[in-house]
Structure formats: C-alpha cells, structure tokens
C-alpha cells in the first residue's frame, strides 16, 4: 500500500448529472477526511469518518451531497444534481486513530467540473 | 471559530537562499497542534512539520524551521537553502481539538524558486 488513491482524477460533468468520487485510505486508517478545494483556497473540510461512522458533515455539504464508507474501508462521495458551483477538486485524507494529532495523509485528488 | 491567516498570496526566493513565510491563527484553545503542508503543482499535498503549542522549542526538520509565538499565535515557516523542489503551494493548517481533528486551512502561499 503506497498511500491514498482518489478515482477518478478529473471528472467533467454537466450540469444536473450525478457525480461519485472514491477514496481508498491507507489500509491501516481508521479516519478518513474528505476536503474541497478550490482556486486559489486551501482545501475546506467536508466531512469526516471514524471507521464506518460519519461523525461530522459541515455546513458545505448541502443535501445534495452524500458520504459513505462501508466497512470503514473505501469512501464515496456522491454530488446529486450537480452545479457549476460545485466545480472544484475533491481532496480525500486519512490518518490513523490514536494520541495525539495525526498527520493526515492526502490523495492526489478528484478535479470536478461542471459544464 | 478558528481561523487561519496566510498574508502572502506569493513569494519567491533565489535558489540557495531563505524564505520565511507567515501564519497567524485564532484559537481560544491552551494546548493544540499547528502543521505546514506543502502542495507541489499537480501533486499530493504532504505535511513539511508540526508544532506541539505546549513546546516551546520551535520545530525543525531538516532545511524546514519554524518560529512559533504563542503570545502572537504566529507560526512561520523557514525554509533555508531554498531548492527547485520547493516550489509549491504552501498551506498553514490548524487540527480541530474536538475528537475529530478536521484541518483548518490557511489560504495558502504560493512560493517560487529563481534559479
């Protein structure tokens, strides 16, 4: 295991369609973050799972957004109806569970756009 | 709510010199961590070093140094011997102390490396 993996890496989209992103975390990471980022901003937390359990979702993601990880191993991220607001690049991060603050490991990222 | 601020949208430095780069932050909290990532073009953002607020040593890892006043709540970035590698956005960050340590992100420095 060489680190997080994000699938795809660039997703173009028009307006209206359903979007899913996946995150594979590093296997060992109980936590697992997902991020927004967008031009010229440092990434803005979405949401965050400690194994299975969504414990935290920000006020950013609207009810058209959904998060799961089942088994507490991968994560999805869908966008229902999507927006051209919603263009950006979806960062997923994951970090061990333990004392102490963790690094967090990131993924190389999903680039969204929505057309 | 905690807040992190980067003045600097940009900065460039001459290969073989230093480069300081600025942070300030908000916290109401007495013992917490600060971390610097540094995000290369098109790739992975990764962490460059942290800071336990309860140290009062400043943190070094190799080139990278930081100088940390609590009494300010400043947190600045030191690379020396600047490197082409260096080149890359560069992002204060600041864990959540609530369970669940979601990042708060600076908007980011933007450094440039002249050779």
């Given at each position: 295991d060489t680190g997080v993996s994000q699938d795809p890496r660039h997703k173009i989209t028009k307006r209206g369609q359903n979007v899913t992103f996946r995150c594979d975390p590093?296997?060992?990471?109980?936590r697992l973050y997902w991020y927004r980022q967008t031009l010229g901003q440092g990434p803005e937390f979405l949401t965050y799972f400690q194994n299975e359990a969504q414990l935290e979702k920000s006020?950013?993601?609207?009810?058209?957004f959904s998060a799961e990880r089942p088994k507490g191993s991968f994560s999805t991220l869908e966008i229902q109806?999507?927006?051209?607001?919603?263009s950006a690049m979806y960062l997923c991060a994951s970090s061990p569970l333990g004392q102490g603050s963790h690094e967090q490991y990131f993924g190389p990222g999903t680039r969204l756009t929505v057309t | 709510a905690q807040t992190v601020t980067q003045s600097q949208p940009e900065m460039s430095v001459q290969e073989a010199e230093t480069v300081t780069l600025s942070c300030t932050y908000d916290t109401s909290e007495s013992d917490y961590y600060l971390f610097w990532y540094k995000q290369p073009p098109s790739r992975q953002m990764i962490l460059v070093i942290r800071q336990e607020a309860y140290k009062q040593q400043n943190a070094t890892e190799n080139r990278f140094s930081v100088n940390f006043q609590k009494a300010a709540k400043s947190f600045s970035l030191k690379i020396s011997?600047?490197?082409?590698?260096?080149?890359a956005m560069y992002f204060c960050a600041y864990p959540s102390?609530?369970?669940?340590e979601k990042l708060t992100f600076g908007t980011g420095t933007r450094l440039t490396i002249i050779p």
């Open positions: 590093i296997s060992e990471h109980n006020r950013l993601l609207s009810d058209r109806r999507t927006e051209q607001g919603d | 011997d600047s490197q082409l590698g260096d080149a102390n609530f369970g669940n």
